[in-house]
């Protein structure tokens, strides 16, 4: 590069920290200056969260080992997301979606043969995590480091305070050479044709740039107050709207999966931490209010005599009309956000700066690739929009109009009613999934946990051959059985790091 570069991001949290890690990674040996100012006086909405396996090769990328950064952010290991209560009238309790692993290609194809014959009535084992490596770990509480003769790559999440990955994330930049700022920004400058100039602070301070990256949250500084980038809502898919948070003591035994358990208008996460456990509910206000909610989940954490102080949060669900718009790129909050059901908030943050690190840098850091970058990923948002719409549709309580509104609900994507016409219809789902290029989304495999894990399936036929079960022609059971031997408890690896 021959002038000197410089990036600006306006808000810390992992969001800010995460661009800033990355970009220091990428380019800073090309002569790019990366600036990261936050205020002190903004906190994070952080409430304990989860990951999908991206964030695992976000540390690869950055050569951070767990022991550097798991014990300091009271993380733990994530192998499944359990959903319990969403399908009462399937006979199914509760199914788990697993994050999928090398071994498995030795398994999913007989889940998928199974869910197929048991759409054409034929009684066969259609229980998601019975067919995956990490659902027979999270079975017995195992963690997901495997000995050293197990010849397959694991893939997994983890449950981390992002206060503390935040925190963390900003020493590691700054050993990167990222310069931290803290100051309180006053007012945003704009060239005469309406690109960014520089942020002006409180203490009338100018921080110059070429180019902006806007993590300032909710209050969306630069891509929507500055810029007036307007803001597409999601809520005619999704109606939840709000959440209560409320921690937790930690637990005794720490699972290696997500809780997700169906409340009467929404449904409450429970993610252990080695420090404490976070719970919250997240829910509709078109159906039910702040107070009732509060009270929902106390009663069903049994705190309703606790002293405890709830959370109430508010979630603008959503995306913006361009991600990228002039010289500014939004992340996280300020870019959208999807309910952290399927915990896709860090996993969009991360793919949407590793998207704009390679279409940035092949346009020779220009607004080349800037149309591109956007239609991408839109459409990144839209398609994690449908799965997440689709937990919804599929439901089949009938406790309250919240649930019912969601089954009814119409307002559904052309390529969603796809996936759902190919599933009723029994054709190939992974042929549709491949059709429609979706597997950067969410990929086969995770729609039939999702299609499986509801039940949705006809009534079995009235005469059964009795035969035609992969999962049991195949010993699966005994497979992953066997496979699991090679791993220990989930406390011995937490105690190894």
């Not at 006979?91 to 014959?117: K, L």
């Not at 993590?215 to 939840?240: E, H, R, Y």
């Not at 929404?266 to 252990?272: D, L």
Request: glycine share 6%; proline share 3%; aromatic share 10%.
């Amino acid at each position: 590069m021959d002038n000197p570069f410089h990036i600006v991001i306006l808000g810390g949290g992992t969001a800010g920290w995460m661009a800033a890690n990355l970009f220091a990674h990428h380019w800073s040996s090309r002569g790019v200056r990366i600036t990261l100012v936050e205020s002190p006086e903004i906190g994070i909405v952080g409430v304990g969260e989860g990951s999908t396996p991206t964030l695992k090769r976000f540390f690869e990328m950055l050569n951070i080992s767990e022991s550097q950064w798991m014990p300091r952010t009271n993380a733990t290991y994530k192998l499944n997301i359990k959903f319990s209560g969403w399908s009462p009238a399937s006979g199914i309790e509760n199914y788990s979606h697993p994050f999928v692993s090398q071994t498995d290609t030795f398994t999913e194809r007989a889940f998928y043969v199974n869910c197929r014959t048991r759409r054409l009535g034929l009684d066969t084992h259609t229980k998601p995590e019975d067919f995956f490596i990490n659902g027979a770990l999270a079975r017995q509480g195992k963690g997901p480091i495997a000995s050293e003769n197990f010849p397959f790559k694991m893939e997994y999440g983890y449950h981390f305070d992002s206060h503390l990955l935040g925190k963390f994330l900003s020493e590691h930049g700054a050993s990167l050479g990222v310069e931290h700022k803290q100051a309180k920004v006053a007012s945003v400058v704009k060239h005469s044709n309406g690109d960014i100039s520089h942020l002006v602070t409180e203490c009338e301070e100018q921080i110059k740039g070429d180019f902006f990256i806007d993590c300032t949250g909710l209050a969306s500084v630069l891509i929507d107050k500055t810029l007036g980038v307007p803001f597409q809502s999601f809520k005619d898919n999704l109606f939840n709207d709000s959440a209560v948070v409320l921690p937790t003591s930690v637990q005794q035994k720490l699972p290696v999966e997500t809780l997700a358990t169906a409340l009467s208008n929404g449904w409450v996460w429970n993610i252990p931490l080695t420090q404490r456990t976070g719970n919250g509910y997240v829910y509709s206000s078109d159906f039910i209010n702040a107070d009732q909610a509060e009270t929902e989940i106390r009663r069903h954490l049994g705190m309703l005599d606790s002293d405890v102080q709830c959370r109430h949060l508010k979630m603008r669900v959503g995306q913006v009309k361009e991600h990228w718009n002039r010289n500014v790129l939004a992340l996280g909050l300020s870019q959208g956000f999807i309910e952290p059901l399927e915990a896709t908030a860090l996993h969009l943050v991360q793919v949407s700066i590793e998207m704009f690190i390679t279409d940035f840098q092949d346009g020779s850091f220009s607004d080349k690739n800037r149309s591109r970058f956007n239609q991408r990923l839109s459409e990144r948002f839209e398609r994690v929009r449908d799965y997440i719409v689709a937990h919804y549709k599929l439901n089949t309580r009938d406790d309250s109009e919240y649930w019912l509104a969601n089954r009814n609900n119409e307002n559904l994507s052309q390529s969603l009613l796809q996936i759902l016409h190919v599933w009723y219809s029994r054709e190939d789902l992974a042929v549709e999934i491949d059709r429609q290029n979706l597997n950067s989304h969410f990929d086969t495999a995770s729609w039939h946990c999702l299609f499986a894990g509801y039940g949705a399936f006809p009534k079995l036929a009235p005469n059964q051959p009795n035969k035609g079960d992969l999962f049991k022609d195949q010993q699966i059971d005994s497979f992953l059985r066997k496979c699991a031997l090679n791993f220990r408890s989930h406390q011995h690896h937490l105690d190894s790091l």
